[in-house]
Protein backbone atom coordinates (compact mmCIF):
# COMPACT_ATOMS: atom_id res chain seq x y z
CA UNK A 1 0.00 0.00 0.00
CA UNK A 2 1.53 3.61 -0.89
CA UNK A 3 2.65 5.58 1.58
CA UNK A 4 -0.38 8.23 0.08
CA UNK A 5 -2.52 5.76 1.10
CA UNK A 6 -1.85 5.14 4.07
CA UNK A 7 -1.97 9.04 4.85
CA UNK A 8 -5.38 9.13 4.07
CA UNK A 9 -6.21 6.36 6.73
CA UNK A 10 -4.40 8.38 9.13
CA UNK A 11 -6.27 11.34 8.57
CA UNK A 12 -9.96 9.38 8.56
CA UNK A 13 -9.08 8.39 11.84
CA UNK A 14 -9.25 4.58 11.06
CA UNK A 15 -5.50 4.15 12.30
CA UNK A 16 -6.72 5.68 15.89
CA UNK A 17 -8.99 2.94 16.27
CA UNK A 18 -7.25 0.20 14.79
CA UNK A 19 -9.31 -0.03 11.86
CA UNK A 20 -5.51 -0.27 9.59
CA UNK A 21 -6.52 -1.92 6.38
CA UNK A 22 -2.29 -1.53 4.70
CA UNK A 23 0.26 -3.72 3.92
CA UNK A 24 -0.21 -6.93 1.89
CA UNK A 25 -4.64 -7.03 1.99
CA UNK A 26 -4.36 -9.27 -1.07
CA UNK A 27 -3.50 -12.02 1.06
CA UNK A 28 -6.20 -11.84 3.82
CA UNK A 29 -8.78 -13.26 0.98
CA UNK A 30 -6.63 -14.77 -1.26
CA UNK A 31 -6.65 -17.67 1.46
CA UNK A 32 -2.41 -17.74 0.90
CA UNK A 33 -1.98 -15.47 4.22
CA UNK A 34 0.79 -17.03 6.41
CA UNK A 35 2.95 -15.81 9.41
CA UNK A 36 4.54 -12.20 8.04
CA UNK A 37 8.11 -12.73 10.16
CA UNK A 38 7.28 -11.49 13.64
CA UNK A 39 3.66 -11.28 12.78
CA UNK A 40 0.85 -13.29 14.10
CA UNK A 41 1.62 -16.36 16.22
CA UNK A 42 3.06 -18.60 13.55
CA UNK A 43 1.48 -21.49 10.93
CA UNK A 44 -1.36 -22.85 11.40
CA UNK A 45 -0.79 -26.58 13.04
CA UNK A 46 -3.77 -29.18 11.97
CA UNK A 47 -6.12 -30.02 14.22
CA UNK A 48 -5.72 -34.18 15.15
CA UNK A 49 -9.61 -33.90 15.35
CA UNK A 50 -10.09 -32.23 12.19
CA UNK A 51 -11.97 -29.23 13.61
CA UNK A 52 -9.99 -26.23 14.20
CA UNK A 53 -6.20 -25.53 13.18
CA UNK A 54 -4.82 -23.17 15.70
CA UNK A 55 -1.22 -21.71 15.79
CA UNK A 56 1.19 -23.08 18.37
CA UNK A 57 0.36 -22.69 22.14
CA UNK A 58 -3.47 -22.23 21.30
CA UNK A 59 -6.07 -24.34 22.21
CA UNK A 60 -10.03 -24.56 21.48
CA UNK A 61 -13.10 -25.60 23.60
CA UNK A 62 -16.24 -26.74 21.87
CA UNK A 63 -18.91 -24.80 23.32
CA UNK A 64 -21.78 -26.00 21.98
CA UNK A 65 -22.92 -27.54 18.47
CA UNK A 66 -26.36 -27.65 16.80
CA UNK A 67 -28.43 -30.81 17.36
CA UNK A 68 -26.72 -31.27 20.63
CA UNK A 69 -29.60 -31.05 23.77
CA UNK A 70 -29.72 -27.21 25.38
CA UNK A 71 -28.61 -27.43 29.31
CA UNK A 72 -32.05 -25.90 29.93
CA UNK A 73 -33.76 -28.88 28.65
CA UNK A 74 -35.83 -26.85 26.31
CA UNK A 75 -34.59 -28.45 23.13
CA UNK A 76 -31.99 -29.08 20.48
CA UNK A 77 -29.31 -26.48 19.75
CA UNK A 78 -30.77 -25.04 16.40
CA UNK A 79 -28.94 -24.43 13.53
CA UNK A 80 -27.04 -21.81 11.78
CA UNK A 81 -24.85 -19.63 13.71
CA UNK A 82 -24.02 -16.49 12.96
CA UNK A 83 -23.69 -13.02 15.03
CA UNK A 84 -22.54 -13.24 18.56
CA UNK A 85 -21.76 -10.70 21.20
CA UNK A 86 -19.73 -11.28 24.58
CA UNK A 87 -21.10 -9.77 27.94
CA UNK A 88 -19.68 -9.48 31.46
CA UNK A 89 -22.00 -11.22 34.01
CA UNK A 90 -22.02 -12.15 37.38
CA UNK A 91 -22.76 -15.74 38.80
CA UNK A 92 -22.58 -17.37 42.16
CA UNK A 93 -21.56 -20.66 39.71
CA UNK A 94 -19.09 -18.32 38.21
CA UNK A 95 -15.05 -19.02 39.55
CA UNK A 96 -14.14 -17.90 42.94
CA UNK A 97 -14.99 -13.89 42.31
CA UNK A 98 -18.38 -15.04 40.81
CA UNK A 99 -17.17 -13.69 37.11
CA UNK A 100 -19.28 -15.50 34.10
CA UNK A 101 -19.27 -14.54 30.52
CA UNK A 102 -22.64 -14.00 28.73
CA UNK A 103 -22.64 -14.79 24.91
CA UNK A 104 -25.77 -14.10 22.97
CA UNK A 105 -25.79 -16.19 19.32
CA UNK A 106 -28.49 -15.41 16.40
CA UNK A 107 -29.66 -18.69 14.47
CA UNK A 108 -29.92 -17.22 10.48
CA UNK A 109 -32.76 -19.64 10.40
CA UNK A 110 -35.43 -19.46 7.37
CA UNK A 111 -38.44 -21.33 7.34
CA UNK A 112 -36.25 -23.89 6.05
CA UNK A 113 -34.20 -24.07 8.61
CA UNK A 114 -32.73 -27.67 10.04
CA UNK A 115 -33.03 -27.26 13.15
CA UNK A 116 -35.16 -24.29 14.76
CA UNK A 117 -34.95 -22.12 17.83
CA UNK A 118 -37.32 -23.93 20.40
CA UNK A 119 -40.24 -21.96 21.00
CA UNK A 120 -40.79 -20.93 24.53
CA UNK A 121 -43.16 -18.98 26.13
CA UNK A 122 -42.68 -15.14 26.65
CA UNK A 123 -39.95 -15.33 24.23
CA UNK A 124 -41.78 -16.10 21.14
CA UNK A 125 -42.65 -13.96 18.39
CA UNK A 126 -43.92 -15.78 15.91
CA UNK A 127 -44.91 -19.30 16.82
CA UNK A 128 -43.73 -20.38 12.91
CA UNK A 129 -40.57 -18.41 12.98
CA UNK A 130 -37.64 -20.52 13.11
CA UNK A 131 -34.85 -18.42 13.82
CA UNK A 132 -34.17 -16.57 17.44
CA UNK A 133 -31.07 -16.58 19.53
CA UNK A 134 -29.60 -18.76 22.24
CA UNK A 135 -27.83 -17.78 25.36
CA UNK A 136 -24.37 -19.41 26.86
CA UNK A 137 -23.25 -18.48 30.01
CA UNK A 138 -19.37 -19.28 30.73
CA UNK A 139 -17.33 -19.44 33.34
CA UNK A 140 -13.53 -18.46 33.40
CA UNK A 141 -12.28 -21.61 33.02
CA UNK A 142 -14.54 -22.02 29.68
CA UNK A 143 -16.81 -24.47 31.18
CA UNK A 144 -20.49 -23.86 30.13
CA UNK A 145 -22.95 -23.29 33.24
CA UNK A 146 -25.83 -23.02 30.70
CA UNK A 147 -27.50 -22.61 27.45
CA UNK A 148 -30.77 -22.03 26.75
CA UNK A 149 -33.43 -19.62 23.91
CA UNK A 150 -32.91 -16.50 24.52
CA UNK A 151 -35.09 -15.25 21.90
CA UNK A 152 -37.90 -17.56 19.46
CA UNK A 153 -40.11 -17.39 16.29
CA UNK A 154 -37.80 -14.48 14.39
CA UNK A 155 -36.61 -15.03 11.08
CA UNK A 156 -33.17 -14.58 9.43
CA UNK A 157 -31.52 -13.31 12.66
CA UNK A 158 -28.32 -12.28 10.84
CA UNK A 159 -26.17 -9.99 12.79
CA UNK A 160 -27.34 -6.96 15.07
CA UNK A 161 -24.55 -5.26 17.70
CA UNK A 162 -24.24 -4.71 21.64
CA UNK A 163 -25.55 -1.62 23.00
CA UNK A 164 -23.84 0.30 25.84
CA UNK A 165 -26.48 -1.01 28.44
CA UNK A 166 -25.48 -4.21 27.92
CA UNK A 167 -28.04 -5.87 26.14
CA UNK A 168 -28.22 -7.28 22.40
CA UNK A 169 -30.17 -5.89 19.73
CA UNK A 170 -30.50 -9.36 17.21
CA UNK A 171 -32.21 -8.12 13.24
CA UNK A 172 -34.18 -9.77 11.12
CA UNK A 173 -32.31 -9.82 7.46
CA UNK A 174 -36.01 -10.57 5.49
CA UNK A 175 -38.82 -8.52 4.83
CA UNK A 176 -41.69 -11.37 4.49
CA UNK A 177 -45.29 -10.59 5.78
CA UNK A 178 -47.41 -12.47 7.45
CA UNK A 179 -48.98 -14.91 5.28
CA UNK A 180 -45.57 -15.40 3.50
CA UNK A 181 -43.75 -18.75 4.00
CA UNK A 182 -45.90 -19.95 6.53
CA UNK A 183 -45.44 -16.66 8.68
CA UNK A 184 -48.37 -15.61 11.04
CA UNK A 185 -46.60 -11.80 11.92
CA UNK A 186 -44.95 -9.40 9.91
CA UNK A 187 -41.08 -10.00 10.38
CA UNK A 188 -38.03 -7.62 9.01
CA UNK A 189 -37.52 -5.82 12.81
CA UNK A 190 -34.85 -5.08 15.59
CA UNK A 191 -35.53 -7.29 18.74
CA UNK A 192 -33.63 -6.20 22.20
CA UNK A 193 -32.42 -9.33 23.95
CA UNK A 194 -31.39 -9.46 27.58
CA UNK A 195 -28.26 -11.82 27.97
CA UNK A 196 -28.39 -12.67 31.62
CA UNK A 197 -31.94 -12.37 31.82
CA UNK A 198 -34.15 -12.39 28.45
CA UNK A 199 -37.48 -12.79 29.78
CA UNK A 200 -37.00 -8.99 31.08
CA UNK A 201 -36.52 -8.53 27.08
CA UNK A 202 -38.87 -11.11 25.82
CA UNK A 203 -39.85 -11.11 22.02
CA UNK A 204 -41.50 -7.13 20.80
CA UNK A 205 -40.46 -5.72 17.82
CA UNK A 206 -38.69 -2.34 18.05
CA UNK A 207 -41.23 -1.56 15.23
CA UNK A 208 -39.94 2.08 15.02
CA UNK A 209 -36.58 1.09 13.87
CA UNK A 210 -37.90 0.25 10.96
CA UNK A 211 -39.27 -3.22 8.96
CA UNK A 212 -36.35 -3.78 6.19
CA UNK A 213 -33.86 -5.98 5.84
CA UNK A 214 -31.79 -5.94 8.60
CA UNK A 215 -28.12 -6.56 9.21
CA UNK A 216 -25.98 -4.88 11.99
CA UNK A 217 -26.35 -2.06 14.04
CA UNK A 218 -23.88 0.34 16.24
CA UNK A 219 -24.74 2.70 18.81
CA UNK A 220 -23.12 5.93 19.73
CA UNK A 221 -22.54 5.90 22.97
CA UNK A 222 -22.86 9.87 23.46
CA UNK A 223 -25.79 10.36 21.90
CA UNK A 224 -28.09 7.48 21.95
CA UNK A 225 -28.33 7.32 18.14
CA UNK A 226 -28.51 3.62 16.50
CA UNK A 227 -26.98 3.31 13.13
CA UNK A 228 -28.81 0.08 11.08
CA UNK A 229 -27.63 -1.32 7.99
CA UNK A 230 -29.75 -2.73 4.91
CA UNK A 231 -28.42 -5.92 3.23
CA UNK A 232 -29.89 -5.59 -0.22
CA UNK A 233 -28.49 -7.22 -3.13
CA UNK A 234 -31.40 -6.61 -5.71
CA UNK A 235 -32.05 -3.21 -7.19
CA UNK A 236 -33.02 -0.85 -5.48
CA UNK A 237 -30.53 -1.22 -2.56
CA UNK A 238 -29.97 -0.82 0.25
CA UNK A 239 -30.08 2.70 2.92
CA UNK A 240 -27.92 3.55 5.70
CA UNK A 241 -30.17 4.64 8.39
CA UNK A 242 -29.88 6.22 11.87
CA UNK A 243 -32.94 5.86 14.21
CA UNK A 244 -33.21 9.11 16.95
CA UNK A 245 -34.91 7.33 19.89
CA UNK A 246 -37.55 9.05 21.72
CA UNK A 247 -35.20 8.31 24.75
CA UNK A 248 -31.38 8.97 24.07
CA UNK A 249 -30.13 8.09 27.74
CA UNK A 250 -30.91 4.38 26.53
CA UNK A 251 -31.15 1.36 29.01
CA UNK A 252 -33.20 -1.67 28.78
CA UNK A 253 -35.90 -1.36 27.27
CA UNK A 254 -35.82 2.23 25.88
CA UNK A 255 -36.05 1.87 22.42
CA UNK A 256 -39.45 0.63 22.93
CA UNK A 257 -40.39 4.54 23.37
CA UNK A 258 -40.56 4.68 19.73
CA UNK A 259 -37.93 7.57 17.60
CA UNK A 260 -37.67 8.53 14.37
CA UNK A 261 -36.29 6.78 11.73
CA UNK A 262 -34.17 8.43 8.77
CA UNK A 263 -32.13 7.44 5.95
CA UNK A 264 -29.10 8.99 4.38
CA UNK A 265 -28.72 11.23 1.42
CA UNK A 266 -25.33 12.17 0.02
CA UNK A 267 -26.12 15.27 -1.96
CA UNK A 268 -25.28 14.24 -5.58
CA UNK A 269 -24.18 10.66 -5.21
CA UNK A 270 -27.24 8.66 -5.43
CA UNK A 271 -25.28 5.19 -5.74
CA UNK A 272 -21.85 4.72 -3.20
CA UNK A 273 -20.39 2.36 -5.42
CA UNK A 274 -19.84 5.69 -7.67
CA UNK A 275 -17.23 6.42 -5.17
CA UNK A 276 -13.72 5.01 -5.98
CA UNK A 277 -11.11 7.03 -4.67
CA UNK A 278 -9.87 5.96 -0.84
CA UNK A 279 -10.29 9.08 1.05
CA UNK A 280 -13.26 10.87 -0.59
CA UNK A 281 -15.17 12.94 1.68
CA UNK A 282 -18.71 14.32 1.52
CA UNK A 283 -19.21 16.98 4.51
CA UNK A 284 -22.65 17.56 3.35
CA UNK A 285 -24.33 14.59 4.33
CA UNK A 286 -28.09 14.63 4.96
CA UNK A 287 -30.68 12.54 6.89
CA UNK A 288 -34.10 12.09 5.54
CA UNK A 289 -37.11 11.08 7.40
CA UNK A 290 -38.47 7.59 6.03
CA UNK A 291 -41.94 8.03 5.15
CA UNK A 292 -43.27 4.75 6.09
CA UNK A 293 -40.87 2.84 8.84
CA UNK A 294 -42.96 -0.15 8.96
CA UNK A 295 -43.45 -0.36 5.43
CA UNK A 296 -46.92 -1.51 5.44
CA UNK A 297 -47.29 -1.11 1.45
CA UNK A 298 -43.61 -0.46 -0.15
CA UNK A 299 -40.47 -1.75 0.92
CA UNK A 300 -38.29 1.27 2.26
CA UNK A 301 -35.82 1.44 -0.15
CA UNK A 302 -38.81 1.37 -2.77
CA UNK A 303 -40.46 5.10 -1.10
CA UNK A 304 -40.53 8.06 -2.42
CA UNK A 305 -38.21 10.44 -0.68
CA UNK A 306 -38.45 13.16 -2.52
CA UNK A 307 -37.34 15.22 -5.95
CA UNK A 308 -33.54 14.68 -4.68
CA UNK A 309 -33.86 10.77 -4.07
CA UNK A 310 -31.65 9.00 -1.43
CA UNK A 311 -28.60 7.26 -1.54
CA UNK A 312 -27.99 3.52 -1.80
CA UNK A 313 -25.60 0.76 -1.77
CA UNK A 314 -25.16 -2.70 -2.42
CA UNK A 315 -24.61 -4.99 0.31
CA UNK A 316 -24.71 -2.98 3.14
CA UNK A 317 -23.63 -5.14 6.21
CA UNK A 318 -20.98 -4.67 8.85
CA UNK A 319 -21.33 -2.03 10.81
CA UNK A 320 -19.71 -0.37 13.97
CA UNK A 321 -18.64 1.99 16.31
CA UNK A 322 -15.02 2.92 17.13
CA UNK A 323 -13.99 6.31 17.98
CA UNK A 324 -15.71 9.30 17.33
CA UNK A 325 -17.17 7.76 14.67
CA UNK A 326 -19.40 4.96 13.05
CA UNK A 327 -17.58 2.77 10.37
CA UNK A 328 -20.50 0.62 7.93
CA UNK A 329 -19.19 -1.99 5.12
CA UNK A 330 -20.40 -2.50 1.53
CA UNK A 331 -19.32 -5.97 1.09
CA UNK A 332 -19.30 -5.90 -2.87
CA UNK A 333 -20.89 -4.18 -5.57
CA UNK A 334 -21.41 -5.32 -9.12
CA UNK A 335 -22.63 -3.62 -12.16
CA UNK A 336 -24.13 -6.79 -13.39
CA UNK A 337 -26.86 -6.21 -10.87
CA UNK A 338 -27.37 -2.49 -11.40
CA UNK A 339 -24.68 -1.18 -9.19
CA UNK A 340 -23.00 1.97 -10.14
CA UNK A 341 -19.71 0.58 -10.36
CA UNK A 342 -17.60 -2.23 -9.26
CA UNK A 343 -16.24 -3.44 -6.12
CA UNK A 344 -14.98 -6.01 -3.99
CA UNK A 345 -15.86 -3.94 -0.81
CA UNK A 346 -15.75 -0.42 0.48
CA UNK A 347 -15.42 0.62 4.31
CA UNK A 348 -16.84 4.04 5.18
CA UNK A 349 -16.63 6.23 7.99
CA UNK A 350 -19.52 8.86 9.40
CA UNK A 351 -18.19 11.50 11.96
CA UNK A 352 -21.25 12.94 13.39
CA UNK A 353 -20.21 15.92 14.86
CA UNK A 354 -18.30 16.81 11.48
CA UNK A 355 -21.46 15.29 9.37
CA UNK A 356 -18.45 14.33 7.19
CA UNK A 357 -18.35 10.77 4.78
CA UNK A 358 -15.30 9.17 4.13
CA UNK A 359 -14.38 6.26 1.94
CA UNK A 360 -11.55 4.63 4.39
CA UNK A 361 -11.09 2.00 2.25
CA UNK A 362 -12.36 0.61 -1.52
CA UNK A 363 -11.17 -3.54 -2.57
CA UNK A 364 -10.36 -4.71 -6.17
CA UNK A 365 -10.91 -4.81 -8.60
CA UNK A 366 -9.47 -1.65 -9.88
CA UNK A 367 -7.52 -0.54 -6.85
CA UNK A 368 -4.10 -1.86 -5.17
CA UNK A 369 -6.31 -4.46 -3.31
CA UNK A 370 -6.90 -6.92 -5.19
CA UNK A 371 -9.38 -9.78 -4.07
CA UNK A 372 -11.16 -12.98 -5.75
CA UNK A 373 -14.17 -12.15 -4.57
CA UNK A 374 -16.64 -10.65 -1.69
CA UNK A 375 -15.02 -8.94 1.46
CA UNK A 376 -15.48 -10.68 4.78
CA UNK A 377 -18.27 -11.59 6.28
CA UNK A 378 -17.74 -10.30 10.36
CA UNK A 379 -15.40 -8.39 11.53
CA UNK A 380 -14.13 -7.06 15.02
CA UNK A 381 -12.02 -5.05 16.93
CA UNK A 382 -9.38 -7.21 18.69
CA UNK A 383 -8.07 -5.98 22.19
CA UNK A 384 -4.75 -6.09 20.28
CA UNK A 385 -5.92 -2.52 18.43
CA UNK A 386 -5.85 -4.76 15.28
CA UNK A 387 -8.91 -6.19 13.68
CA UNK A 388 -10.15 -10.42 13.18
CA UNK A 389 -11.67 -11.15 10.10
CA UNK A 390 -14.23 -14.24 9.47
CA UNK A 391 -13.63 -15.43 5.78
CA UNK A 392 -16.92 -15.99 4.11
CA UNK A 393 -15.75 -17.20 0.56
CA UNK A 394 -14.98 -20.52 -1.61
CA UNK A 395 -12.31 -23.02 -0.58
CA UNK A 396 -11.03 -23.45 3.06
CA UNK A 397 -12.06 -20.81 5.70
CA UNK A 398 -10.13 -18.81 7.94
CA UNK A 399 -10.38 -16.31 10.60
CA UNK A 400 -7.47 -13.82 9.48
CA UNK A 401 -6.20 -11.50 12.09
CA UNK A 402 -4.43 -7.90 10.74
CA UNK A 403 -2.33 -5.78 12.76
CA UNK A 404 -2.69 -2.23 13.59
CA UNK A 405 0.19 -2.12 11.32
CA UNK A 406 -1.38 -3.47 7.96
CA UNK A 407 -0.16 -6.91 9.15
CA UNK A 408 -1.66 -10.03 7.75
CA UNK A 409 -1.83 -13.61 9.07
CA UNK A 410 -4.12 -16.58 9.95
CA UNK A 411 -5.93 -17.31 13.24
CA UNK A 412 -7.84 -19.98 12.58
CA UNK A 413 -8.95 -22.66 9.53
CA UNK A 414 -12.12 -24.70 9.42
CA UNK A 415 -11.36 -28.18 9.03
CA UNK A 416 -15.11 -29.19 9.12
CA UNK A 417 -16.11 -30.75 5.44
CA UNK A 418 -19.75 -29.81 4.36
CA UNK A 419 -19.31 -31.17 1.37
CA UNK A 420 -17.96 -34.46 -0.20
CA UNK A 421 -14.80 -36.01 -0.13
CA UNK A 422 -14.62 -35.29 -4.25
CA UNK A 423 -15.95 -31.77 -4.07
CA UNK A 424 -14.97 -30.48 -0.81
CA UNK A 425 -16.58 -27.41 1.04
CA UNK A 426 -16.16 -25.69 4.45
CA UNK A 427 -18.17 -23.16 6.30
CA UNK A 428 -17.83 -19.64 6.90
CA UNK A 429 -16.90 -18.61 9.84
CA UNK A 430 -18.94 -15.99 11.52
CA UNK A 431 -19.59 -14.07 14.81
CA UNK A 432 -16.03 -13.44 16.00
CA UNK A 433 -16.10 -11.24 19.54
CA UNK A 434 -13.28 -11.34 22.33
CA UNK A 435 -14.67 -11.52 25.87
CA UNK A 436 -14.37 -9.04 28.20
CA UNK A 437 -11.42 -9.44 29.79
CA UNK A 438 -9.51 -10.06 26.08
CA UNK A 439 -8.15 -13.16 27.16
CA UNK A 440 -10.96 -15.76 25.14
CA UNK A 441 -12.00 -15.20 21.28
CA UNK A 442 -15.34 -16.66 20.62
CA UNK A 443 -16.62 -17.57 17.01
CA UNK A 444 -19.06 -19.47 15.20
CA UNK A 445 -18.59 -22.22 12.24
CA UNK A 446 -21.96 -21.50 9.89
CA UNK A 447 -22.65 -24.89 9.63
CA UNK A 448 -21.99 -27.26 10.80
CA UNK A 449 -23.25 -24.93 13.96
CA UNK A 450 -20.48 -24.96 16.16
CA UNK A 451 -19.41 -22.28 18.93
CA UNK A 452 -15.52 -22.41 19.54
CA UNK A 453 -13.90 -20.67 22.62
CA UNK A 454 -10.15 -19.84 21.65
CA UNK A 455 -7.65 -18.97 24.28
CA UNK A 456 -3.59 -18.84 24.39
CA UNK A 457 -0.86 -16.58 24.64
CA UNK A 458 -2.24 -13.39 23.42
CA UNK A 459 -0.42 -10.42 22.93
CA UNK A 460 -1.30 -6.78 22.68
Known sequence: MSATRREVLARSGALGVGIAFTGAMSELFTGTATALGHTGYGPLVPDPDGLLDLPKGFRYRVLSREGDQLRSGEGRVPSNHDGMAAFAGRSGSGDRH????????????????????????????????????????????????????????????????????GTWLTCEETEDKAGTNGYTKDHGFIFEVDPAQ??????????????????????????GIVYETEDAFERPFGLFYRFLPNKPEGGRGSLRAGGRLQAMRVPGVPDLSSIQETGASFDRVEWVDVPDPLAAQTAIRFQDFGPKGITHAQKLEGCYWGGKSVYFVSSFAHSSDGSAADHFGQIWRYDPDARRLTLVIVFGPDTDVQLPGESPDNICLAPSGGLMVCEDGGGVQHVYGVTRRGEVYAMARNRQNIGTPEEPEWGEFAGVTFSPDGKTMYVNCYTPGTTFAVTGPWRR
Request: charged share 20%.
Open 98 to 165: GRVVHLVRNHENRNTGRIPVPTIEGLTYDPMGKGGCTSLTVDARGNVLDERVAIAGTAVNCAGGPTPW
Open 198 to 223: PHRTGAVPLTAMGRFQHEAIAVDPKR
